[in-house]
């Protein structure tokens, strides 16, 4: 069975300062995808970044980038310039290319604070 | 723009009562998805359907069942509510492949007395 574990429940950061969100998974699959998704209090969770396992370059959007470490089964998300609108729970998922309809599983969640 | 739209955000319901959760979606898309999203436990997969009257086990679907009669409208159905249900739901929807985002509802806070 497959399993994601996100070891910091919380976090905090200084607004403009960079944070590293750790995400590590188990599984015995070759080809699979792996997400971060950002749930905001009391709003849709939504999108942050996505990685195809096969691709060997790490996938940034704007602020947000990715370390994704495919030996160490490791996906950590790295926030620049954190501003206070990135304070939310952020959640780390995965799923294998090949299982019909995609099925994610989810990480605990880690709460990520913003100090202004 | 996208958009998943579960019935209800707050709903406080009696032991033993039949529960239904609808979640409708407007985007034409196959696979839809009901999960519980409980505090360090992040989301698990109760259901999911990738087709119209299709629907498929997730990992804890033990006390819950599931319709999807047309392939906008997915329901989770609560046969009989127990206080160990209480619970945010979460709906989700997504097209193929895989690498594509699941687009999610508002939720619904679910409680049983």
């Known amino acids: 069975a497959q399993t994601v574990t996100q070891s910091q429940p919380e976090m905090s950061v200084q607004e403009a300062e960079t944070v590293t969100l750790s995400c590590t998974y188990d599984t015995s699959e070759s080809d699979y995808y792996l997400f971060w998704y950002k749930q905001p209090p009391s709003r849709q969770m939504i999108l942050v970044i996505r990685q195809e396992a096969y691709k060997q370059q790490n996938a940034t959007e704007n602020r947000f980038s990715v370390n994704f470490q495919k030996a160490a089964k490791s996906f950590s998300l790295k926030i620049s310039d954190s501003q206070l609108g990135d304070a939310a729970m952020y959640f780390c998922a995965f799923t294998p290319v090949f299982q019909g309809a995609q099925k994610l599983v989810f990480g605990q969640g880690t709460r990520l604070t913003i100090n202004p | 723009d996208v958009k998943v739209t579960q019935s209800s955000r707050y709903l406080v319901k009696r032991t033993g009562e039949k529960v239904f959760l609808e979640c409708v979606q407007d985007?034409?898309?196959?696979?839809m998805f009901w999960y519980r999203q409980d505090p360090g436990l992040g989301l698990r997969l109760i259901y999911f359907?990738?087709?119209?009257?299709?629907?498929e086990k997730g990992d804890i679907p033990e006390g819950y069942s599931v319709s999807r009669e047309k392939k906008e409208r997915f329901s989770l159905i609560l046969e009989s509510a127990s206080t160990n249900q209480t619970s945010m739901y979460l709906c989700?929807?997504?097209?193929?492949?895989?690498?594509?985002?699941?687009?999610f509802g508002d939720g619904t806070r679910l409680s049983i007395l």
């Open positions: 359907s990738y087709d119209v009257k299709m629907k």
């Open positions: 985007m034409d898309h196959e696979n």
């Open positions: 989700a929807s997504s097209s193929p492949p895989g690498n594509q985002p699941q687009h």
